[in-house]
């Protein structure tokens, strides 16, 4: 994580890619918002809950419609041949004995 007066390296690269990953971190972090306000207790009526919820509602729409462009953006026939799946990989999970 960044600490304050850090200089921050601007990312380059496809816009697509870039706005579905800046879309991802947006609900990532209303998500953590809404699970640290959850897991506080009880709800208080300061009006922040609802305010919290819309965002991560918005943040949810905003990664939907971005990861919807990023597939519309990655099989656009100009990118059709450019595009290739890797093998298939067998994930190891955490219950894996060590």
């Known amino acids: ?8 390296v601007a990312i380059q690269g496809d816009r697509v890619l870039i706005e579905v990953l800046a879309a991802a971190q947006r609900f990532a972090a209303w ?4 699970l640290s ?13 609802e305010l919290v919820a819309s965002k991560l509602q918005h943040a949810v729409f905003d990664l939907m419609a971005a990861v ?3 597939n519309r953006h990655c099989t656009a026939p100009a990118r ?3 595009i290739t799946a890797e093998p298939v990989r067998t994930r190891l999970t955490d219950d894996a004995l060590h």
């Open 37 to 49: 306000r959850d897991a506080a207790g009880p709800a208080r009526d300061d009006g922040d809950g």
């Open 31 to 34: 998500y953590a918002e809404y």
């Open 68 to 70: 919807h462009e990023m």
């Open 1 to 8: 994580m960044r600490r304050a007066g850090e200089e921050t």
């Open 80 to 82: 059709e041949r450019s």
